[in-house]
């Protein structure tokens, strides 16, 4: 399993030739603009809510690809009206895709389309794939379900947000590494915005003092579990 980071909390995920792109925020974010959205290749998109931060390049990546959009079933029937497929879901609930099995799991957080529409409630993944068990986060804050997560799915990598503000920071993601049981955590939705900017070097050193790492990608880079 090989995870992308596109920026802010854009994900690509490549599981042997399926390739997955989770909540594409590319085109407006400055830090990214090295990164060709149209170049993307998607078989699916998924989104963990409605925020513009996390949809802006959805239309024009399943307008290119033709993927299928993984998300609750607000966001799911909000794409379908308009003509795109999609994959409708809700909280607790799996299904056994091409790639793997894929778990909608609770956020705390809210979740609106940029214009005003209904989104749903936000959520993260658990994906099995491979032997291997990946968490994206979403945007939440620190809750005690994030320990319900690693009872069923013990995890190869947790995929946090870090940059607090609009979700937890680096203090708390920490402490959701150890409700996850979790020892390599990739930080993301930090930096794009002045309200999310962090220190590097401390937020890993924080990390570190709880056993844990916390990997920090530049733009553009992978990493492989």
């Not at 609930?93 to 389309?113: E, L, M, P, T």
């Not at 930096?191 to 990608?217: C, M, P, R, S």
């Amino acid at each position: 399993m090989k995870i992308t980071y596109y920026g802010h909390a854009s994900l690509g995920i490549e599981i042997n030739d399926i390739h997955i792109i989770v909540d594409p925020f590319i085109s407006a974010n400055e830090l990214a603009k090295h990164i060709d959205v149209n170049s993307l290749k998607a078989h699916y998109i998924l989104i963990t809510h409605a925020h513009g931060d996390h949809i802006l390049d959805v239309e024009t990546i399943a307008k290119n690809t033709g993927a299928t959009i993984v998300s609750n079933a607000e966001i799911a029937g909000y794409y379908e009206a308009k003509g795109f497929k999609a994959h409708p879901m809700n909280h607790g609930g799996s299904w056994d895709f091409d790639f793997g099995r894929v778990k909608y799991v609770n956020a705390i957080h809210s979740s609106s389309f940029p214009d005003g529409t209904y989104g749903g409630q936000p959520g993260g993944f658990v994906i099995e794939a491979d032997n291997k068990n990946l968490y994206i986060a979403g945007d939440t804050a620190l809750t005690y379900d994030l320990k319900l997560v690693s009872m069923r799915n013990p995890l190869d990598l947790a995929i946090l947000p870090i940059g607090s503000n609009f979700t937890m920071d680096v203090d708390d993601a920490a402490v959701a590494a150890e409700f996850l049981d979790v020892t390599k955590v990739l930080g993301y939705h930090y930096d794009t915005f002045g309200y999310i900017k962090i220190d590097h070097e401390v937020a890993k050193q924080k990390f570190a003092n709880k056993h844990k790492e916390l990997i920090l990608l530049p733009v553009g880079d992978s990493i492989e579990i």
